[in-house]
């Protein structure tokens, strides 16, 4: 006998994937996204970079991901002190971070850790501002009433050994 299946499972489209249950309280780490998005000026900052950034304005090639996009990645990797790989991965896993770049999980992708790697070496080699640009939005948010320390973000390590 065939076992029964679901209707709704967990596949890409499906209701799982696309539907956040309500919760009774909000993540700590989705306020701290929302008080960022409230206190930086998105379009001063984007201003000091845009002449370096073109990708998602060029007129040939393939588009790349938008700077607002990007520019959030760099302030979550900078906040909680991540390499590119562990933006990528916690974009992937936190339904927060996602919203807060402007991205779903799945549509749009979100930015690989090339891209994001990519994007970091471009803003950290370009003097964009005096002190670069993690500066620029330490001061707007302190200018704005908010405290901001980075934070840390650790993954368990789990090995195999030998019992010989």
Request: aromatic fraction near 10%; charged fraction near 30%; glycine fraction near 6%.
């Given at each position: 006998?065939?076992?029964?299946?679901?209707?709704?499972?967990a596949e890409?489209?499906?209701?799982?994937?696309?539907?956040?249950?309500?919760?009774?309280?909000?993540?700590?780490?989705?306020?701290?996204?929302?008080?960022?998005?409230?206190?930086?000026?998105?379009?001063?900052?984007?201003?000091?970079?845009?002449?370096?950034?073109?990708?998602?304005?060029?007129?040939?090639?393939?588009?790349?991901?938008?700077?607002?996009?990007?520019?959030?990645?760099?302030?979550?990797?900078?906040?909680?002190?991540?390499?590119?790989?562990?933006?990528?991965?916690?974009?992937?896993?936190?339904h927060s971070?996602?919203?807060?770049?402007?991205?779903?999980?799945?549509?749009?992708?979100?930015?690989?850790?090339t891209a994001?790697?990519?994007?970091?070496?471009?803003?950290?080699?370009?003097?964009?501002?005096?002190?670069?640009?993690?500066?620029?939005?330490?001061?707007?948010?302190?200018?704005?009433?908010?405290?901001?320390?980075?934070?840390?973000?650790?993954?368990?390590?789990?090995?195999?050994?030998?019992?010989?």
């Open positions: 006998m065939k076992d029964q299946v679901n209707g709704v499972t890409v489209g499906s209701l799982f994937t696309n539907v956040r249950w309500c919760k009774s309280k909000q993540p700590k780490r989705a306020d701290i996204l929302e008080c960022i998005n409230q206190a930086l000026p998105w379009d001063l900052v984007e201003a000091d970079i845009r002449p370096h950034y073109q990708a998602d304005i060029r007129a040939t090639g393939r588009k790349g991901y938008s700077l607002r996009m990007m520019l959030r990645c760099y302030i979550v990797q900078r906040l909680w002190d991540l390499s590119d790989d562990g933006v990528e991965s916690l974009i992937l896993d936190s971070v996602c919203k807060f770049i402007g991205s779903d999980s799945w549509q749009p992708r979100p930015p690989s850790a994001i790697r990519n994007f970091r070496k471009l803003i950290d080699t370009k003097q964009v501002t005096e002190h670069g640009i993690w500066w620029r939005c330490y001061w707007l948010m302190r200018k704005a009433g908010f405290d901001v320390r980075v934070g840390k973000m650790v993954e368990p390590m789990i090995k195999r050994v030998n019992n010989d």
